[in-house]
């Protein structure tokens, strides 16, 4: 299969452009190696990538509708999945145009793509921060999404309803997936664990928000992987369609899915396995709950299993060693 993926020198792009070339298939990599943060990382994962005969980099940005034409002659893809977005929440309450320009016309950018190569699958990236501040919990996809706390979460929110609209008038079957808090090796450094890490290694006083008071559903970067590639071939039909939890548009080839173990952690649990991990307290330095936060994230994984069989499972413990082997490896030599 021929794959075109945006976002492949980002953390998640990075992990499922090289599970999908390890398993065979071609892969098309857009990115516009952004200085959001170090673009030495974003550099490292592409060049891990190249490696690989079956990749091929583009850089461009999202505005740039040339740029992801020549992409897509580049892949002729099979398949889109659109990674790429201007991410963190906090950061958009300092630069909130990067996210109209890469969330909203950037993904209209890659919808007006979509509708010109026909696909036989375009999936793209939402995020659980759509819920809000939601009182219902576990999130399920059916629940009400209408009240945004960030303007982060708001232009993901459009993109769904933009996908779907395009789903309805060119016939994309479309899925849109919410993440649930991803972390593991090759990280964003913005993330809490990346910066936990970095900051207990190096005897600097750890930033705790909310005062320790909340809680996440933290998703490994390999079940994250996972969940996308078995959802790509849970291709949105009518006769997919899961009754009574289905988020399956009664108008159009359209579906939302959580992807998220349905397992919330609450944060200084998250902190003490971090300290474990490292074999070293952290300097705890404990401040209020940060403008555009939610006290927790708990997503509902019933649909992504019951259409792939699948929800993600690696425990926290897990998955924080991994990540703390991985920085000692890469990022202490670095």
Known sequence: MRYLITGTAGFIGFH???????????????????PYYDVRLKERRHAILSRSNGFRP???????????????????????VHLAAQAGVRYSLENPKAYVDSNLIGSWNMLELAKAVQPKH???ASTSSIYGANEKIPFAETDRADEPMTLYAATKKSGELMAHSYAHLHGIPTTAFRFFTVY??????????????????????????????????????????????????????????????DTLSRHAP??????GGG????????????????????????????????????????????LTGFKPSISVQEGVKRFVDWYRAEMTSA
Do not use: C
């Open 16 to 34: 499922l452009a090289r599970r999908l070339l390890d398993d065979g298939h071609f892969v098309t990599g857009f990115d516009g190696l952004t």
């Open 263 to 306: 397992q919330p952690v609450e944060l200084m649990q998250f902190v003490e396995t971090v300290e474990a991990a490292i074999g070293k307290p952290a300097i705890r330095e404990m401040l209020p709950m940060q403008q555009g936060d939610v006290p927790r994230t708990f997503a509902a994984p019933d649909l992504l299993d019951a």
């Open 184 to 245: 593991g090796p090759w990280g964003r450094p913005d993330m809490a664990l990346f910066k936990f890490v970095d900051s207990i290694l190096n005897d600097r006083p750890i930033e705790i928000y909310g005062e320790g008071r909340m809680s996440r559903d933290f998703t490994y970067i390999d079940d994250l992987v996972e969940g996308i590639v078995r959802l790509m071939a849970a291709v949105p039909t009518e006769a997919t369609r899961i009754e009574g939890i």
């Open 254 to 259: 359209f579906r939302v899915v959580n992807i």
């Open 122 to 124: 375009l999936l793209l």
């Open 58 to 80: 583009v850089i461009g940005m999202l505005e740039d509708r040339d740029a992801l034409e020549k992409a897509a002659e580049v892949g002729e893809p099979d398949v889109i």
